[in-house]
């Protein structure tokens, strides 16, 4: 069945950071774009980074322009967000999204807490 599964939350150090990892499985990865969404509490859910199939191109939220990075390693079924410079207001819980045309899968999400 179709999988995705988040790791790589924490707590983190204002300026601090964490990479996360969305392990997929269940589905042909390399056909779907991959895209991270955060949501913290009493807040919609925001989407954070974007990337193409073939990690051709990505897109970013403005607030996390310049300290985060989204990537994908097909080989390995897997998505990455490596988060620096991490501040207050990115704590959330952090989930990523596979997409390819009606076909939308999430996983559960991870906890990311900023906090000194």
């Known amino acids: 069945q179709v999988q995705l599964v988040e790791s790589g939350g924490g707590l983190v150090q204002p300026g601090g950071s964490l990479r996360l990892s969305c392990a997929a499985s269940?589905?042909?990865?390399?056909?779907?774009?991959m895209s991270w969404y955060r949501q913290a509490p009493g807040k919609e859910r925001e989407l954070v980074a974007f990337?193409?199939?073939?990690?051709?191109?990505?897109k970013y939220a403005d607030s996390v322009k310049g300290r985060f990075t989204i990537s994908r390693d097909n080989a390995k079924n897997t998505a990455y967000l490596q988060m620096n410079s991490l501040k207050p207001e990115d704590a959330a819980v952090y989930s990523c999204?596979?997409?390819?045309?009606?076909?939308?899968?999430w996983g559960q999400g991870t906890q990311v807490t900023v906090s000194s």
């Open positions: 269940g589905f042909t990865f390399s056909s779907y774009a």
């Open positions: 990337i193409t199939s073939t990690g051709g191109n990505t």
């Open positions: 999204n596979a997409k390819r045309l009606i076909n939308s899968y």
